[in-house]
């Protein structure tokens, strides 16, 4: 799909999630990026939905918010009849953990949700749909070697497992029937509006709380940290200029032990390390995520701008600044997830 210029309408794209961590910040790299382009976000709004991740840019003319499912079937037929140019799927059950407890709902949303869709893309001759996976789909690595677009799909959580799914039902559109789909594989990301329930912004906010650090296993598990604007600007080259029926990798040069994420965030904030608790490990808690992206920037010119350092003092700044935004969310549902998990720390 190529670039809207400055003189045509624009493209009508819908972005399902945008109420969630990255969908959110999609929206609003694509409202300044394109502002001539109209963007339907279909989110259902479930735990980690949250309208006010998009509170300042609610009154665009340009955005359209429909809370639905991305499972319901003529809900996603309703919105497609109006004309859409392309589908970026970002709506998912999100958190391993959760996963580990209910694996259905992965498989429901994750899976059918994206079939549903893929469906409706090819009923309306949607000219693009941008699946947005993750690294998780590979598996673990050891101590050293890297991920690539050709790496076996090993995945080791419910979570990964609906995500190689998802991956492998646009894989069979592609082939079967020909859509225009392209796939995009991303390592963890942090950021604004990242629900904290997540490694970085849990342990922000449970530092700024004076509450205990939660640290699975030794804590030297290793993920490869992208900030999340960097990603949003990956899929918008792969939306753009992608080729039909490809894998990208995207990641960011950060890779990071827990403990060391964990520490850098204390020593930001001035907390001390006695804060930090080991706890149970995760089952089937993956090592190590490692991305070679240079299929991405080789073909399409893309990579991260931000390091790790950068990208952490701005997140950090962020939750400190937007502590009404995490309060609201600590003290509903999630606390009662929490509680379970962790006890009343
Ligand atoms: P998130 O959990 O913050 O947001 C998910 C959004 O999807 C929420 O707004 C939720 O309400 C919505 N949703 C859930 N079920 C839905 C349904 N049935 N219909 C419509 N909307 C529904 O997740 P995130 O971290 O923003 O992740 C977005 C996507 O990126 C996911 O597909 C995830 O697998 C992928 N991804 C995430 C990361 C990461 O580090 N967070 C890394 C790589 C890939
Ligand atoms: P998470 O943010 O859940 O992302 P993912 O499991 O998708 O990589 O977790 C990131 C890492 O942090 C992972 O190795 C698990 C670990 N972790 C903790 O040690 N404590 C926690 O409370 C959480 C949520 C995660």
């Not at 359209?64 to 919105?79: L, N, Q, S």
């Not at 947005?132 to 959580?157: C, M, W």
Request: proline residues 3%; hydrophobic residues 35%; negative net charge.
């Amino acid at each position: 799909m190529a670039e809207g210029t400055g003189t045509d309408k624009g493209k009508t794209i819908l972005v399902t999630g945008g109420c969630g961590f990255i969908g959110s910040n999609f929206i609003h790299y694509m409202l300044a990026r394109y502002p001539q382009y109209r963007i339907i976000n279909l989110d259902i709004l479930s735990y980690c939905g949250n309208l006010d991740n998009l509170c300042e840019v609610a009154d665009r003319p340009t955005v359209t918010f429909v809370k639905g499912d991305i499972a319901d079937r003529e809900t996603v037929r309703r919105i497609l009849g109006k004309g859409v140019d392309a589908i970026v799927n970002f709506a998912a059950e999100s958190h391993v953990d959760r996963s580990i407890e209910d694996p259905n709902l992965f498989l429901r949303t994750n899976v059918l949700g994206t079939q549903v869709l893929l469906d409706e893309a090819r009923e309306a001759a949607v000219s693009r749909f941008v699946q947005i996976s993750t690294d998780e789909v590979y598996g673990s690595l050891g101590a050293s070697g890297v991920f690539t677009e050709d790496t076996p799909l090993k995945p080791n959580s419910p979570y990964a497992a609906s995500k190689a799914a998802a991956d492998l039902m646009v894989r069979a559109y592609i082939e079967t029937y020909g859509i225009d789909a392209v796939i995009t594989r991303c390592s963890n990301n942090y950021g604004r509006y990242q629900f904290p329930e997540k490694l970085i912004p849990l342990m922000i906010s449970n530092a700024l709380e004076d509450r205990e650090l939660p640290v699975y296993g030794d804590g030297l598990n290793v993920r490869d940290w992208i900030y999340v604007e960097d990603h949003c600007q990956a899929i918008d080259a792969i939306l753009h200029r992608g080729v039909k029926g490809e894998i990208y990798n995207i990641g960011g040069a950060s890779e990071r032990t827990n403990l060391d994420v964990v520490k850098a965030i204390l020593h930001t904030l001035g907390k001390p390390e006695t804060l930090i608790r080991f706890v149970k490990d995760r089952l089937g808690h993956d090592r190590r995520y490692a991305m070679d992206f240079s299929k991405l920037k080789n073909e399409l010119g893309w990579e991260p701008n931000v390091t790790f350092e950068q990208g952490i003092q701005q997140t950090i700044a962020w939750y400190v600044e937007h502590r009404p935004w995490w309060e609201r969310i600590k003290s509903g549902e999630y606390l009662e997830y929490y509680e379970r998990m962790y006890g009343n720390r």
